[in-house]
């Protein structure tokens, strides 16, 4: 009873998500056993940054070696093949991934590491709106806030999915997410939080666990 | 009189404590630590000695102007970490010195000196960009054995990190500095080769390793 209560509290006071999803689909995912997926945030752009927790929940979210997917986290990947997947030297296309190759020492180490899909995310979750106001104060008879705050925010990220072995682009993935919170405050404030971000993450990962392991997903 | 002498000395103390809260009360400090990783790819044919100066390894950027609070950044230790790493890796033997241009081994031929020009930072109230910046410029100082300047180069390294929900602004600088830190080893190992003098260094010494390979009569055929 009280567990049904603690949902049903969770589900109203959380802010309402919408999350889109879309794909492009070049080719079918095919892991075989002892295949990698590397998934990396892009971090060349000068106005905003694809956020590290976002690639870990993305990674965290879709890592299940027991439904075939190994995922490498993203800054054990970056630390062992320093310095070619930094902000400023990582590959942006194919062929410079292509070119990287060329490094044996680079090729050793991506081929011991078993990679096959490298998936890089690249956007940023901004907030586009916000009004209203809080007011609190304290005094000698006690403390509280007044008001009302509500904030917009949205989410973009692309995957681009790499085939590292046939060096070729497997697909794309597109998140939209759009999501509102509001924040009463009646002595107390009440939070009422969309996660955008966190529903954005899963939203790709369950895509990108489709892409990937097909036969999964019709399975399931 | 000890007793008003007492009662003087507790209240200046005093006083003397509310100045210094007061004065360091909007003082910011980032003490930078990381440890960095080694570069993976192939080692360049050079014996390098490397000098980190005292001023180098204990580097501090002091910031106290009209439009910003006052900032005390530590950037000594993690630059130490990074370029003993990465200098360290990058060539086929690499030596530490305490002391320069004096006790220099024999079988040195290089000797690289790094020093920094200078430190800036933005944050996201003064650009409205929801990121941290950091830039730091390096100068870099290339010697031969008789302590002849071979070249001179400069690494420019540029780190941003997003501002994270309850996270400190020194917290997010120093993650951004280090972001930068990483950059900067990136472009010394990736860049080394890209000025002129050290190619040739570099291309002259693989010509005197490839003929010492060769055997003897391959070589009098190629003559």
Known sequence: ?220 | MALKRNGFSAAARLALTATVLLVTACAHTVQVDGEYPEPVGEQYPLNVGYYLSEGFREFTYHEDSEDRDEWNINTGRAQQNLFQTVLGAMFTESIPLSSYPQELPDNIELVIVPEVRELQFTMPRETRVNIFEVWIKYDMYAYDKNGEQVANWVITAYGKTPTAFLKSREAALGQAINVALRDAGATLYTGFERVPELQALVASKQRALSMKDQPDGEAETTD
Not at chain 1, 34 to 50: A, C, F, K, M, P
Not at chain 1, 57 to 65: D, E, F, I, M
Not at chain 1, 191 to 214: D, E, H, S, T, Y
Request: hydrophobic residues 40%; glycine residues 10%; proline residues 4%.
């Open chain 1, 1 to 220: 009873m009280v567990k049904v209560f603690f949902v049903i509290l969770v589900a109203a006071v959380t802010g309402c998500t919408t999350v889109v999803i879309d794909e492009y689909r070049r080719s079918d995912g095919e892991l075989a056993d002892g295949d990698s997926v590397v998934i990396l945030g892009r971090r060349h752009s000068s106005d905003y940054e694809t956020e590290p927790d976002l690639i870990d929940c993305v990674g965290r979210t879709l890592h299940n070696p027991d439904g075939g997917v190994t995922v490498i986290s993203e800054q054990h990947f970056v630390d062992a093949m320093y310095p070619w997947f930094e902000p400023r030297t990582a590959p942006l296309h194919l062929k410079s991934l292509d070119r990287l190759m060329e490094n044996s020492e680079v090729r050793k180490r991506l081929e011991a590491f078993g990679v096959k899909y490298i998936v890089w995310i690249d956007g940023s979750t901004e907030t586009t709106a916000s009004a209203g106001s809080i007011g609190c104060s304290i005094g000698t008879g006690g403390a509280g806030c007044f008001g009302f705050g509500t904030w917009d925010k949205e989410s973009d990220y692309e995957a681009s999915v790499w085939d590292f072995r046939d060096q070729e682009l497997s697909g794309k993935l597109n998140a939209d997410a759009k999501g509102t919170s509001y924040m009463p405050a009646i002595v107390i404030p009440i939070p009422l939080i969309a996660r955008v971000q966190n529903n954005a993450c899963k939203g790709m990962a369950a895509q990108l666990q489709q892409f990937l392991v097909p036969s999964q997903a019709t399975k399931s």
